[in-house]
């Protein structure tokens, strides 16, 4: 028998191919039922993560939905199922590859209070996805549940977070902290603490905390080798503010403070913690970035 694979839940599911289209050929049901009140709104965090993790992000009309049974959805939360999903594709918002007009892939919806899913049959959907290798019409979701109702406000913020990860001077994704080191001045109050970042393609990036007698202590970022005391913070919503609020570790690793009398040490901690308060939380609704490794 042929084999057809699917990729969901991180695990590979599979099964025959008369079996899985027995699943997708079925004629969709008549009745139809509104979605269920959405969620929390996506914030700029949560865009963000998933536009930066996908290959692709697809609006796309869906045709027929089908559950699958519990022995091909490993891995589901309790009170959610998981459907084989046909739809049309409506725009490529991104991606480097061709895509046909019929799509197929898997995703996991919520029961109602009747522990039904929703009728998404004819719904437009936002989805953030990988292509199958070897499928073509098939995708793989960047998560479980990475569909989204389509609506013009959300389909303009992933416009705009998917031009700013487009920007040739995008900034580098940025994964903890190098070293940091406080240096006291000659008045009373005077200091400057210089935070070098770590990023994943070991791009420069470095954190300024000046401060002055009976002033309020200013920082900004810079992300060149160059550190500027004159560097702005970052705008909350940007690229830059994201790679920060969303990434900084709560503290300073012990180790990378490179001052060594406690009086410098305490000053580099406290400026460190002052640039995580002025950032602001960054606050998600769907807990971080995807768990799906990314295929690129």
Request: with cysteine; net charge neutral.
């Amino acid at each position: 028998m042929k084999i057809t694979e699917i990729r969901a839940s991180g695990k590979w599911l599979i099964a025959g191919a008369a079996a899985f289209a027995g699943f997708a050929m079925q004629p969709a049901q008549a009745a139809e039922t509104p979605l269920p009140p959405p969620g929390p709104q996506l914030t700029y965090a949560d865009i963000t993560d998933l536009a930066d993790a996908a290959t692709m992000v697809v609006k796309a009309r869906i045709r027929t939905q089908r559950t699958l049974p519990p022995e091909l959805s490993p891995g589901l939360r309790p009170g959610w199922v998981r459907l084989l999903i046909q739809a049309d594709t409506e725009a490529l918002i991104t991606g480097r590859q061709a895509i046909g007009e019929s799509l197929r892939y898997l995703v996991d919806v919520p029961l109602d209070a009747k522990g039904k899913p929703a009728k998404l049959r004819k719904q437009s959907f936002i989805i953030f996805a990988f292509p199958v290798p070897g499928h073509p019409g098939d995708l793989q979701l960047i998560d479980v549940d990475s569909q989204f109702p389509a609506d013009p406000a959300l389909e303009a913020r992933v416009r705009e977070v998917l031009t700013q990860l487009a920007s040739p001077d995008v900034p580098p994704v940025v994964t903890g902290v190098g070293e940091a080191l406080a240096v006291q001045g000659n008045l009373s109050g005077e200091s400057e603490t210089q935070v070098f970042l770590r990023t994943k393609t070991d791009a420069p990036v470095s954190l300024n905390v000046v401060r002055r007698p009976n002033m309020q202590p200013e920082w900004g970022v810079s992300w060149t080798e160059l550190v500027d005391q004159s560097a702005q913070p970052p705008r909350e919503g940007t690229l830059e503010w994201y790679r920060l609020a969303c990434f900084l570790p709560a503290d300073v690793p012990y180790d990378a403070i490179l001052s060594r009398d406690g009086e410098s040490r305490a000053l580099a901690t406290a400026d460190y913690r002052y640039v995580l308060e002025q950032l602001g939380r960054c606050s998600r609704t769907r807990g971080g970035p995807p768990k799906f490794p990314n295929p690129r």
